[in-house]
């Protein structure tokens, strides 16, 4: 069955550090990858999107990794502040023009000052 | 723009009753979706319309549950009759057609409880 996982449920990470989060799918050919952010109370509010074509993507202190071969993401945020605090959810989808966005189950990340 | 209109934002209701979610997609938007948070299983997608037609609902729990969407700028998410295990979190979101990877723009959701 087709099934997205986000590692660690959740994360605690010192301010300044490097945190890093992991999607790993399997049975799926996603076509694209994307990460949410998802504050307590509120809605999913995108980040980033990275193609089945791309290995790396960058956004001010985000960096996005995919890797087709080891069907995974790597999602890091640098120089972490406390207000980096959390939910983020990977989603896929598998075919270009699909409307199927399927969410991973999060991790929450908490930034320790 | 201001983003995506769910109402209510939180409902309490009995067991039996039925539950009425609504909808405002950004303008301009021409994809609609409904998504179910819970703590166990997470962000699932329920149903979603392009141009008002829905397209996929193999996410629809049975038929207590059903959505519509009259025109552009409204759905509801209806839940006739209610029970417990129907409580969640009901995100409606929105996509522009030309927006390429499919990214989605959420609402704040409807915090539904079923007692």
């Known amino acids: 069955s087709q099934k997205i996982e986000q590692n660690s449920e959740a994360l605690n990470i010192q301010e300044g550090k490097t945190a890093t989060l992991t999607c790993n799918y399997t049975?799926?050919?996603?076509?694209?990858l994307q990460w949410y952010r998802q504050d307590p109370g509120r809605g999913p509010v995108f980040l980033l999107l990275i193609r089945e074509n791309e290995k790396e993507k960058r956004k001010e202190r985000l960096k996005v990794t995919f890797d087709t071969t080891l069907k995974q993401s790597l999602f890091h945020i640098t120089a972490s502040q406390p207000a980096d605090s959390a939910t983020y959810l990977c989603a896929l989808t598998t075919n270009f023009g699909n409307e199927k966005l399927t969410f991973g189950t999060g991790t929450r990340l908490t930034i320790i000052p | 723009d201001a983003g995506v209109i769910q109402s209510p934002r939180h409902e309490v209701t009995e067991m039996g009753q039925e539950v009425t979610l609504r909808c405002k997609p950004i303008s301009g938007h021409n994809s609609l979706f409904w998504y179910r948070q819970t703590m166990m299983r997470g962000l699932e997608l329920l149903i979603y319309f392009n141009n008002n037609v829905p397209i996929d609902d193999s996410g629809m729990p049975e038929d207590r549950f059903s959505a519509k969407m009259p025109n552009a700028s409204f759905s509801t998410l209806k839940i006739q009759p209610s029970e417990p295990r129907d409580s969640a979190v009901y995100f409606c979101?929105?996509?522009?057609?030309?927006?390429?990877?499919?990214?989605?723009?959420f609402g704040e959701g409807s915090w539904l409880t079923v007692v």
């Open positions: 049975n799926y050919s996603p076509a694209y």
């Open positions: 979101a929105s996509r522009a057609w030309e927006a390429s990877g499919n990214t989605i723009y």
